[in-house]
């Protein structure tokens, strides 16, 4: 992401002020400070930058040894909210958030991760 801005000559302060978020909260991000990062901050900074996600960030790196991990990634992949993801799937976000949390997913609910992850070619 640092330098996709350097490239386009942007400060961290001009950035922060088109993606609509602050230059401490930029700098973070740039810096992999903050593990966690947004999904709505990444897609605000995407259109400032008018880069792909997918271009900005490592998610193609992320593990996907797990059914957890994949689901993950597919969600950060398609560039989803766990909102949208749910959406998508016809889940609730508590069902992801409990699914991600190592509870019991059935099996009808389990082929609809597996569906979703598969949509981006996540074997």
Do not use: D, W
Not at 76 to 95: E, G, R
């Amino acid at each position: 992401m640092r330098a996709c801005r350097i490239k386009k000559g942007l400060s961290i302060k001009q950035l922060a002020a088109l993606a609509g978020i602050t230059p401490e909260g930029l700098s973070n991000i740039e810096r992999r400070s903050s593990n966690n990062i947004n999904i709505t901050i990444l897609s605000q900074i995407s259109n400032a930058l008018k880069e792909s996600i997918s271009h900005l960030s490592s998610f193609e790196s992320l593990p996907e040894s797990t059914l957890q991990e994949k689901l993950l990634k597919a969600i950060l992949l398609h560039c989803h909210t766990k909102l949208q993801a749910a959406n998508k799937m016809q889940l609730s976000v508590k069902t992801i958030y409990n699914f991600q949390q190592r509870k019991y997913c059935t099996e009808e609910t389990s082929q609809k991760f597996l569906q979703y992850i598969k949509e981006v070619n996540i074997q």
